[in-house]
Structure formats: structure tokens, C-alpha cells
């Protein structure tokens, strides 16, 4: 394999032609994109109706996240405007994406957080790429409302999804999963916070729709925590709470975006608590192998919500016909939030190194 053909990997490379760049863009790239769509046996079988179910595991992104995808774009377009620095409010992924392209263009990176409420995992991410990291005091909501007012005054790059960049880099995850299966699914199924990647997948299936690389777009299914679930309430939530922290967001950036989707599709938004997330992020790494971070997982907990039969909120044969190709987006890695899962599982066993009493153990 070429240099030449390494360095052409990435979202923008790969489909230039229908993003927002030319010739005098600086590509900003990690080689990001092309991940993997990969089909779930043993979900599908616990789905049942002769349903597909494929995973589109973004947590295989550069630094774990679907992030990586519009950011790509963000920093290429920022440093093609003359931008010396970025600025970002974030739940922890954002952070790690806009620091790591950030650090890869040469710019400055600047970071604002709810201050207790990022994972481990996620802001060391922002430090190990060397952004200023400032904690607010107060929410995500009122982090991004400050980048907002410092967007507009200073000369720095705003490169939360309020960039419109963001979510055409976004859009590609679609362009992969009608390449991959042949055409478009007839369901998706998203976790939801700042409403974003749902609205640009979206974007990303109506485009290859018109352009007749798709005979159909599918019903988009988005699936918010319930202590933070502002579209499905159809209310601004002051103080959302809930263990999965990339979807803490009580006043979604998108929120008109996503309602879009939603309506166009046929689709629909809901809630699941956060036993269901837990529940469902275990599940699918002791069944699938596919390990992902809390937010990740309510996408698969709004699976069986919605073909759980005991459930008030089941969704209507219509939208899972038999035999339907599903697609869940499980948007971040596992490692980005480890502590959560060893809480759940328990504890190390402690032995000594002994033969028999390992084999006692493990009996």
C-alpha cells in the first residue's frame, strides 16, 4: 500500500465531492471514518421477527468518538478562514475530538466544562492533547451558551455542532452504511443529546436518496436519558441528570434539526432511564463483544424498549416490519467512561498463585 493511498484516508477524502471544500482547504485529518457496520446475531435473535440488526460502532473513530467525523471538517474549514484557535462546550467527546484535530493542525484549542461531570477518561483525553481545560460552574448548557458570546467576539472558532461544518463531516456515517448494506435501512436507531448526529445522518440519507444511491430513507428512531430527555418532554430541562454523561443536555443545539428528521422520517422520540442504559451497554459487551460508553448503549436500550411488548411506549409493527434491516449508531468507545462498567461488574477475585485454588475458583 502507497504512502499516497494512507494519506488519502478520512471522511473528506473519501467523499469530498459532497462536502463543503475545495481545492484551498487544508485537509485536517486523523483517518477518521470507514468504521465498521457490524451485524449482531445474537441481538437480532433476541429482536426476533426476522430482523437485521447491524452496529455502526463509532467508538473506533481516532479518539473514540462519531465526533471525530465533524471535526475533521470543522478544523479544515477553521484553519482555511485563518483561525489561530477553537474554542468548544462539552460533555467530554467534543473535547477530545476539537483538542486531538486542534493539536494535529497546529492551532490552539480551548475547552469549557461542566465541572464534575466529565469522565475521567474523556478529560484526560483534552490534557493529553494539550487544550486549556477551563470547569465551569453550571451545565453543559451553560458552557455552550458561553462559547456562544465568546464566538461572536473574539477571533476563535466555535466548533461545537452550531457549526454547520460539524454535521456535514457527520452526514458520512450514512453515506457508509448505504454503501455497505446496498441501500438504506429501513430503521435507525440513535442515542440523542445535543440532537446533532441525529439530524446529520439524516442530512446523510436524504442526500444519497436524491442522488438515487439509496431507494428509500429510513424511519430515524432517537432515544434520550430519561433525567435529560428536553425533545421527548418538549421542554427545556434545567438541570438534567443522568450516568450517561455525553447526552446531559437539557437544551439541544439541534433541537429543530432533529424535530426535522423526526418528522420527515416517521420517526419518533423517546426516553429510557438509566438502568435500561446499563442494562443494555452490559449486554451488549457480554453478548456482541461490542464495548461502549453509557451514552452509547441508549440506542440499544431504545431497541428493546420499542419491541418490548410490555412496554406503554412500544412502537407499531409499521415502523419494524418483518424481516427489517436496523441499524443502532453506538457513538463512543467503552474506555471513555471505564468506571461505570466496574461498578456494575463487581469486583476483582483476589488468590494466590496456586493451581488448585485457581481451579477452584474458576470452577
Excluded at 459532497?18 to 446475531?41: F, K, Q, R, W
Excluded at 484557535?85 to 493539536?103: E, H, K, L, M, P
Aim: with cysteine; net charge negative.
Amino acid at each position: 500500500m502507497s504512502f499516497r493511498t494512507l494519506h488519502d484516508r478520512g471522511v473528506i477524502a473519501r467523499y469530498r465531492e459532497y462536502l463543503p471544500v475545495t481545492d484551498a482547504t487544508p485537509v485536517i485529518s486523523l483517518n477518521e471514518g470507514s468504521t465498521p457496520l457490524i451485524h449482531a446475531p445474537k441481538l437480532s435473535a433476541k429482536i426476533g421477527r426476522d430482523c437485521e440488526v447491524f452496529i455502526k460502532y463509532e467508538g473506533l473513530n481516532p479518539t473514540g468518538s462519531f465526533k471525530d467525523r465533524g471535526m475533521t471538517l470543522a478544523l479544515s474549514k477553521a484553519v482555511e478562514d485563518g483561525a489561530h484557535a477553537v474554542i468548544c462546550a462539552s460533555t467530554g467527546n467534543t473535547s477530545a475530538a476539537a483538542a486531538a484535530y486542534a493539536a494535529r493542525a497546529s492551532i490552539s484549542c480551548i475547552v469549557l466544562l461542566p465541572a464534575g461531570k466529565i469522565s475521567f477518561g474523556k478529560l484526560a483525553q483534552a490534557f493529553a492533547y494539550g487544550a486549556k481545560v477551563v470547569a465551569i460552574e453550571g451545565n453543559f448548557d451553560d458552557a455552550l451558551r458561553l462559547v456562544r458570546e465568546i464566538g461572536e467576539t473574539e477571533p476563535i472558532a466555535v466548533v461545537n455542532s452550531i457549526n454547520p461544518h460539524r454535521l456535514q463531516g457527520q452526514k458520512t456515517a450514512s453515506f457508509e452504511i448505504i454503501e455497505t448494506l446496498g441501500d438504506a435501512p429501513d430503521v435507525h436507531i440513535l442515542p440523542v443529546g445535543n440532537a446533532g448526529n441525529i439530524s446529520a445522518y439524516w442530512m446523510g440519507y436524504e442526500e444519497f436518496f436524491s442522488l438515487g444511491k439509496a431507494s428509500r430513507t429510513p424511519v430515524m428512531l432517537g432515544f434520550q436519558a430519561a433525567g435529560s430527555a428536553p425533545i421527548y418532554h418538549k421542554r427545556i430541562i434545567e438541570k438534567p441528570e443522568t450516568i450517561a454523561t455525553a447526552i446531559r443536555i437539557g437544551n439541544p443545539a439541534s433541537w429543530d434539526k432533529a424535530n426535522n428528521a423526526l418528522e420527515k422520517s416517521g420517526g419518533a422520540i423517546d426516553a429510557v432511564t438509566d438502568e435500561e442504559i446499563l442494562a443494555a451497554q452490559f449486554w451488549l459487551s457480554s453478548n456482541e463483544g461490542i464495548f461502549v460508553e453509557p451514552a452509547s448503549a441508549a440506542s440499544i436500550a431504545g431497541l428493546f424498549k420499542s419491541l418490548d411488548p410490555t412496554s406503554n411506549r412500544a412502537y407499531d409493527a409499521a415502523r419494524f416490519p418483518e424481516g427489517a434491516r436496523i441499524v443502532c449508531t453506538v457513538t463512543g468507545h467503552g474506555l471513555k467512561d471505564p468506571e461505570v462498567i466496574k461498578e456494575q461488574c463487581g469486583s476483582v477475585i483476589s488468590a494466590k498463585a496456586d493451581r488448585s485454588e485457581i481451579l477452584r475458583l474458576i470452577s
